[in-house]
């Protein structure tokens, strides 16, 4: 958020100078301000009107969730990893008040652990022990299919068995 804001901080300091120009401005081509977040600025290139999916979104503001429920970004939260890495909790229930859709992420093992959905399910519900399970279950049923465009499966009366029904 420093970064945005001032054009410095950490992120700023840490950057190969060889790679960089010596300002912020340069890389974003606009002064950073005061109330300049990643979000905003993506939605002023007009890239939240392209729907990219999202990751992480600890740290965000009202108005940044309400600019990407607005334009229909999918958001995958990884709960382990934000957890390990002391990122932030991601403000789940703000999101879906907003009506913004939400996928369940594993991340990587480097900060999460395991890659197994269900352990991501379980740290879920225990950082957000408010929100419905249904609404955390549904993210990690549902929503890795809305991340990558395919189409959810559905279980109807009178279908034939699939293996992949059932998870292990």
């Not at 804001?5 to 992120?11: E, F, H, V």
């Not at 652990?113 to 929100?131: G, K, S, W």
């Not at 959810?152 to 293996?163: K, L, N, S």
């Amino acid at each position: 958020m420093e970064l945005f804001r001032t054009g410095g901080g950490p992120l700023w300091e840490n950057r190969l100078p060889q790679l960089y120009p010596e300002r912020f401005a340069e890389v974003i081509g606009r002064e950073p301000a005061a109330d300049l977040t990643p979000v905003r600025y993506l939605d002023e290139l007009g890239v939240l009107a392209a729907r990219p999916t999202l990751v992480h979104m600890v740290n965000v503001t009202p108005d940044e969730i309400a600019r990407v429920a607005h334009h229909g970004c999918v958001t995958v939260t990884c709960p382990r990893s934000n957890t390990n890495l002391h990122c932030g909790t991601f403000p789940w229930a703000a999101f879906a008040a907003a009506g913004a859709e939400v996928a369940l992420g594993t991340d990587s093992v480097a900060s999460g652990e395991t890659l197994d959905i269900h352990d991501e399910i379980r740290a879920a519900c225990a950082l957000h022990p408010t929100l419905d399970p249904r609404i955390i279950l549904r993210a990690a049923v549902k929503g890795g299919y809305r991340v990558v465009g395919g189409e959810v499966p559905r279980i109807r009366r009178g279908e034939t068995w699939r293996p992949e029904y059932l998870w292990p």
